[in-house]
Structure formats: C-alpha cells, structure tokens
C-alpha cells in the first residue's frame, strides 16, 4: 500500500489563507466549491476540509493524521494530540485571538467569582465549564449560535465569553472585559499513532519546515548593492539582517556586492540613507521561504 498522509485544511477564515501559505511552500492545493475534498499536486497528500471547531477530534480519532486549526478548539474539545508548531497567518492576523470574559459597561462584575449563579453565553462551552469549574464558581453555561456580545446587552445573560483581537468592537457596543481566559493562534496537530509512525511523522515534519519557511518569509526582502570597499563599514553599520549581510568583492575592482534581508518596511527608510553613502545599483526581490 503507498504511503499517504491525510491532511486537514481549515475550512472558513484560515481557508484562503493556508492554501496560498501551501502555495508559497511548494504544494498546490485546488478547492472546489462543490467538494470537500481538495486535490494537491502530491501524490503522498489527501486532504479534506474541515472545520476548525472539528479538526482535533478528526485529528484525535485519526480520520486525519494532521491538520491546522485554532489552539481554542482544540482544548474546547480536549483533544488528545501532537502539537507540532504554531502556524501564525500574517495575512490573517498576528495578533493572537484572545477570549475574554465579558459584561456590560454598568456591571459590578470586577471578576469571574463575582459570577456566583450567574449565566454565561459563548460558542466555546466546554472550556468555559472548565474554566469555572476549576475555580469552584457554579454557573450556567451556554452555547450561543452568534451575535453573542447581542445577549448580554438584551439581558439574555449575566455575562459572555467571547473572541476578541483588539476588544474595540467589545467597547463599541458598550461593554467592559472583565479578564482575559485564554490566548490562541493556528497550530498545527497531529494524531498519535501517526506521529509515531516514522514515514508519516517526516512527511510532516516537511509540511511543517516549509510552512514555517514560508510563514518566516512574510513581510521580508532581500536587498542588493554594490558600494565602494572603504564605505563598507558605514553601509553594514546601518544595514539590517537576519545575522549579518553578505559581502563578496567585484571583480577586478576595489568596491564590493553586500547583500541582506530585512523587513519590507525598512526599506523606505534605509535606501536613501545608503545612496548617500555610496551604494548604488541597489535591488530588492521577494523572498517565498527563509529556511
């Protein structure tokens, strides 16, 4: 039988963007939109779109042997496995998703054992009986089908946990966070058994290399530039690098190549500063994988 892992995509926010992050890493992934099961141009690769709410109990039961989905989901669903690396989408966001615990504006609510008896609206229902379980405060948990931050301001509920990147939205409708419960971003999981099976676990620890490459190589450039010798010094004082920039002498000639990587951004603000210490012939090009 031919080896082939079975790979879990997220389908919803993170769809787009991990097929482009699989992309820039080597594979092309083609979804169509009436299949759930998307094709790769690898013959050792079946993947199948799922859920981020779903991907660790597929993951955990092995009907998939990896997948990415939110670190959220994962302990909603206390699923048993193998967390590889995070896979933090620039394209989505860097900034970690945080739940947090919710109320009005007006509440008296400071903190989660003010809640005593109360009841508490949120998409991540487990956790949140978890979370106040371990700390001896009884509540009524529920799970809401949206519009969450809608049922506390209506007094549906006492209070909310919720999803949140900057909590302006939160503010916006008048309502206050009490605390912080728990901070996520994509991971990367595996199931056991196909961790500890030594082709499966190389073959996803080569997704996993590449997509981090890829991942590392968002938001950088390389830039290239030749410069006199006797400027080298001032030109690498200033230059910015992953370690230190390359340098190589031009033939038959007393100026030398220098070449480094950097953040896009910098370029802007650096480039005028090296014309006038002499650079010339200056390049920037794209970088898909910093390994």
């Known amino acids: 039988m031919e080896n082939v892992l079975k790979l879990g995509i997220p389908k919803g926010s993170l769809e787009a963007a991990t097929v482009e992050?699989?992309?820039?890493?080597?594979?092309?992934?083609?979804?169509?939109s009436r299949s759930y099961f998307p094709t790769v141009d690898d013959n050792e690769l079946k993947c199948s779109l799922?859920?981020?709410?779903?991907m660790g109990k597929y993951v955990e039961r092995g009907t998939i042997d990896v997948g990415i989905a939110g670190r959220d989901w994962v302990r909603e669903n206390q699923s048993d496995v193998v967390e590889v690396c995070e896979m933090v989408y620039s394209k989505v966001s860097r900034r970690p998703a945080r739940w947090v615990l919710v109320v009005n504006g007006d509440s008296k609510v400071?903190?989660?054992?003010?809640?005593?008896?109360?009841?508490?609206?949120?998409?991540?229902?487990?956790?949140?009986?978890?979370?106040?379980?371990?700390?001896?405060?009884?509540?009524?948990?529920?799970?809401?089908?949206?519009?969450?931050?809608?049922?506390?301001?209506?007094?549906?509920?006492?209070?909310?946990?919720?999803?949140?990147e900057t909590g302006s939205t939160i503010k916006a409708n008048g309502l206050r966070i009490v605390c912080e419960l728990m901070e996520s971003v994509p991971v990367m999981v595996v199931n056991k058994a196909s961790w500890d099976d030594p082709w499966k676990r190389a073959k996803i620890q080569q997704i996993a290399?590449?997509?981090?490459?890829?991942?590392?190589?968002?938001g950088m450039v390389g830039l290239k530039m030749?410069?006199?010798?006797d400027r080298l010094p001032a030109i690498t004082s200033i230059l910015p690098s992953l370690n230190h920039p390359t340098v190589s002498n031009l033939y038959n000639s007393e100026w030398v190549s220098i070449e480094s990587i950097m953040p896009e951004k910098e370029v802007r603000r650096i480039v005028p500063e090296l014309i006038k210490l002499g650079a010339e012939g200056i390049v920037e090009y794209s970088l898909t994988k910093i390994i």
């Open 21 to 32: 992050l699989f992309q820039k890493a080597g594979w092309q992934i083609s979804i169509s």
């Open 50 to 54: 799922i859920r981020p709410q779903e």
């Open 110 to 164: 400071q903190g989660p054992e003010d809640l005593h008896g109360a009841t508490i609206s949120t998409e991540l229902v487990g956790f949140t009986q978890r979370y106040f379980a371990e700390r001896n405060i009884p509540v009524t948990v529920e799970f809401s089908w949206g519009a969450t931050e809608a049922k506390v301001v209506e007094g549906l509920c006492d209070a909310i946990v919720e999803v949140t």
């Open 209 to 218: 290399t590449l997509l981090q490459s890829a991942l590392r190589a968002e």
């Open 226 to 229: 030749n410069a006199p010798s």
